[in-house]
């Protein structure tokens, strides 16, 4: 089974919609949530943590269910320049190595079209 | 912001040559340093953890004589691939932690031909 699930998608919406990723993982010790955003051929970007009393950031809604290992992301009123993959990651203490490590879902892409 | 400047941005080499990509944080001291890689429309995955004048720790499954990293200063780390095979083609980017949390490199492009 895979540390982070995400649905591949292509998720097609258009403008104007809102969406919503889920995402679960497997390690009960998992110590902090992100969703990050990459573009194609880009670098992830951090769009926002996720904590388990739920947080906004203008369209953006992340929430975390510790007891189902889930999180989810909501997108209100998509953009075209929402564009993108949507990486779910999980902090974890790695098992080989004693080290915090962040790890990434394959991601959920999506596209906005007019 | 903080930045980790990761150089070359792109490159293409010949099978058997080796590669270093280097990453250097511009306005931080990066005492961990990650090193991931992706395979198109797969997740990236860590390769190795390395900490500043220490050897990389490297995950289950990544052969640490064939993918080198030095971390000799707090601003500079380096990943060398050594005799690359056309399977080592991927995307390769590294991350820097700081307290406020992880800057990622805007990542090498690695073609081997």
């Known amino acids: 089974r895979k540390e982070v699930e995400q649905d591949p998608g292509p998720f097609n919406v258009p403008e104007g919609a809102t969406v919503a990723f889920n995402c679960t993982y497997s390690?009960?010790?998992?110590?902090?949530f992100f969703w990050y955003r990459q573009d194609c051929r880009k670098e992830p970007k951090l769009l926002m943590s996720?904590?388990?009393s739920g947080n906004e950031d203008g369209r953006f809604t992340a929430q975390l269910n510790r007891a189902s290992q889930y999180i989810s992301l909501l997108i209100r009123d998509s953009k075209l320049s929402d564009s993108a993959t949507y990486l779910c990651?999980?902090?974890?203490?790695?098992?080989?190595?004693?080290?915090?490590?962040?790890?990434f879902g394959t991601g959920t892409r999506l596209l906005v079209s007019p | 912001g903080a930045v980790v400047s990761q150089h070359p941005s792109r490159v293409i080499c010949k099978s058997g040559t080796s590669v270093k990509i280097e990453c250097r944080s511009l306005?931080?001291?990066?005492?961990?340093m990650f090193w991931y890689r992706q395979f198109p429309k797969q997740s990236l995955m860590l390769m190795a953890t390395?900490?500043?004048?220490?050897?990389?720790?490297?995950e289950q499954g990544v052969e640490k004589d064939k993918f080198l990293i030095n971390h000799a200063s707090l601003t500079l780390s380096t990943l060398t691939v050594t005799s690359a095979h056309p399977e080592d083609s991927s995307f390769y980017i590294c991350?820097?932690?700081?307290?406020?949390?992880?800057?990622f490199g805007s990542g090498t492009r690695l073609t081997v031909v």
């Open positions: 990651v999980v902090n974890i203490r790695g098992m080989n190595t004693g080290f915090q490590k962040l790890v």
């Open positions: 390690n009960s010790a998992s110590q902090s």
């Open positions: 996720v904590y388990s």
């Open positions: 306005d931080f001291q990066a005492t961990t």
């Open positions: 390395s900490n500043e004048g220490s050897k990389a720790t490297y």
């Open positions: 991350s820097g932690r700081q307290v406020s949390g992880y800057t």
